[in-house]
């Protein structure tokens, strides 16, 4: 929370977006077998999906393969620093969707440990064909930016994120709800609120299937254009 010049706390749209964020991945975390990921929690599990494609059915990069199958092994088994370790050194070393992969893990134990500017860096290096995970990734660089106050470079971001994730009635919405509060923190209401009238219309079932109140956002973003 921010503080005034009273020494009091009041709460900003960043305290918003981080408990919109939690609720959602506890609703992740409970809902296992209905989803595969959502945010940063399933990115991970998106993640280790690909590199099983990888391993199988990609050959010519078997040995950085074998590298990241090393390194999932040890971020299962708990030793998350020389997991990240080996991943940080395929991603800048090698090259194509192994080193791609390895950027992406990378990014999301640097952003778990607050290393937000090491963070952005691997995400930024991070490129995926599928739409799922490349906007996953785009999303967790826009949050490095949040987490360093450059607001306007997590918006542009953020639209890199909806704009792949191609109108996914799950995540796509996500991604905006994020924008929008972001657009709040900047006190850029009337954008905020054209936003999550959006995600209203266009999203009927996230609300419900999140257990987010968009109307409660809608009237506060309201309250502050009139």
Not at 26 to 52: C, D, R, Y
Not at 189 to 213: G, Q, W
Request: glycine residues 2%.
């Amino acid at each position: 929370m921010a503080k005034n010049k009273n020494n009091v706390e009041t709460r900003t749209s960043i305290d918003d977006l981080n408990e919109t964020l939690t609720s959602v991945e506890q609703h992740v975390e409970n809902n296992k077998k209905t989803i595969l990921w959502v945010v940063l929690a399933i990115i991970a599990i998106a993640a280790i999906t690909l590199g099983f494609y990888y391993l199988i059915y990609q050959p010519g990069k078997q040995q950085a393969a074998n590298a990241i199958s090393k390194a999932d092994i040890e971020m299962v088994v708990g030793n998350d620093s020389i997991a990240l370790a080996q991943y940080m050194e395929i991603a800048n070393n090698e090259s194509g969707a192994p080193a791609h992969r390895a950027a992406l893990e990378s990014a999301i134990a640097l952003y778990r440990q607050g290393k937000y500017e090491e963070a952005l860096n691997y995400a930024n290096k991070a490129d995926f064909s599928d739409d799922v995970v490349n906007a996953a990734a785009k999303s967790l660089a826009a949050d490095c930016y949040v987490n360093l106050q450059q607001y306007d470079k997590a918006v542009a971001q953020y639209d890199k994120a909806i704009s792949a994730s191609n109108s996914n009635s799950l995540y796509t919405p996500v991604f905006m709800l994020k924008k929008a509060n972001v657009l709040t923190e900047q006190g850029n209401y009337k954008a905020a609120l054209e936003t999550y009238e959006t995600i209203k219309a266009k999203y009927p079932k996230f609300e419900m299937f999140y257990n987010v109140s968009i109307d409660q956002y809608i009237a506060r973003a309201k309250a502050r254009v009139e």
